[in-house]
Nanobody, 123 residues
Framework: QVQLVESGGGSVQAGGSLRLSCAAS????????MSWFRQAPGKEREGVAS??????YYHDSVKGRFTISQDIAKNTVYLQMNSLKPDDTAMYYC??????????????????WGQGTQVTVSS
């Protein structure tokens, strides 16, 4: 079992940056596909970015603006978000699934979820 704890959310103006962190309770590198999802009010949860070793995947809407990375020693996955837009406003969730998931996972794929961290971007 993996416990995931997100942090780093907040309020920022459009064009600003935030870095989300997801601390895992166990070693995940090479063992779990780690993903970030987001859910805006009234919308379905969608995959934003995922990572497994050197493999990374991004939703088209965030390519070139968001970067997913991981600190192996700290069992932590990050989501660096630059050039934020009001449309990026959502609750952001970290998720994990054992093994290599090719591409952005659907909401049904991850086994473990964090509690979420709110990101609000004002215009």
């Amino acid at each position: 079992q993996v416990q995931l704890v997100e942090s780093g959310g907040g309020s920022v103006q459009a064009g600003g940056s935030l870095r989300l962190s997801c601390a895992a309770s166990k070693y995940t590198y090479g063992a779990y596909t780690m993903s970030w999802f987001r859910q805006a009010p009234g919308k379905e949860r969608e995959g934003v970015a995922s990572i497994f070793t050197h493999n990374t995947y991004y939703h088209d809407s965030v390519k070139g603006r968001f970067t997913i990375s991981q600190d192996i020693a700290k069992n932590t996955v990050y989501l660096q978000m630059n050039s934020l837009k009001p449309d990026d406003t959502a609750m952001y969730y970290c998720a994990a699934r054992s093994g290599f998931v090719v591409g952005l996972p659907a909401e049904s794929i991850p086994t473990y979820w964090g509690q979420g961290t709110q990101v609000t971007v004002s215009s």
